[in-house]
């Protein structure tokens, strides 16, 4: 019996240099990482250059988003970018920090976990409480994936057209909805 695949996007960012690499070559390595763990890249972005988050935090970022195809599922897939995160210095010590590499599982189909009641507790989170508290468990899609231009505009490389199984937009959509500002800060390398 053959296994059906799911599409998945995911969140590429750093901004600290890791073994004398720059946050751009950290990237392109972590996305060989990606393929050598057996997952299919159908799609990749552009590499943008964005203001750190929190503004001040540390030096800007390099952003960018792949569509994977996979047979694995959010789980596996979590652990896969975990180890891959691990691999190139990433510490969990700070809620938004600086980074050597930040792996992030934005979308898994249209799947939402753990479950719609849990995803909008997390999506409506006051701003203030986001800063002090993170999630123990995956949370699909990724809560903050429409507010951040930083996501958004790569993704919108890879995947125009996903549709948010709770908000009800796409990717193009939600990003209509950000500030301008925000957008024009996130620009090509």
Known sequence: MRKTTSKAVLALGANLKVRGFEPHLTLR?????????????RAESRFYATPCFPAGAGPDYVNAAVLIETERSP?????????IEHDYGRERIQRWGMRTLDLDLVCYDDLVLPDREVF?????????????????????????????????VPMADVAPNWRHPILDQTVMEMLAGLPSDDIAAVTPL
């Not at 390595?29 to 890249?41: N, T």
């Not at 789980?75 to 180890?83: D, M, N, R, S």
């Not at 701003?127 to 468990?137: H, L, M, N, V």
């Open 75 to 83: 789980f596996e897939l979590l652990q896969i970018l975990h180890g």
């Open 120 to 152: 909008q507790s997390w999506l409506s989170l006051p701003p203030e409480d986001q800063k002090q508290q993170a999630p123990d468990q995956l949370i699909l899609p990724h809560p903050r994936v429409q507010d951040r231009a930083f996501v958004l």
């Open 29 to 41: 390595h972590a996305i060989d990482a990606i393929l050598r763990q057996g997952l299919l890249i």
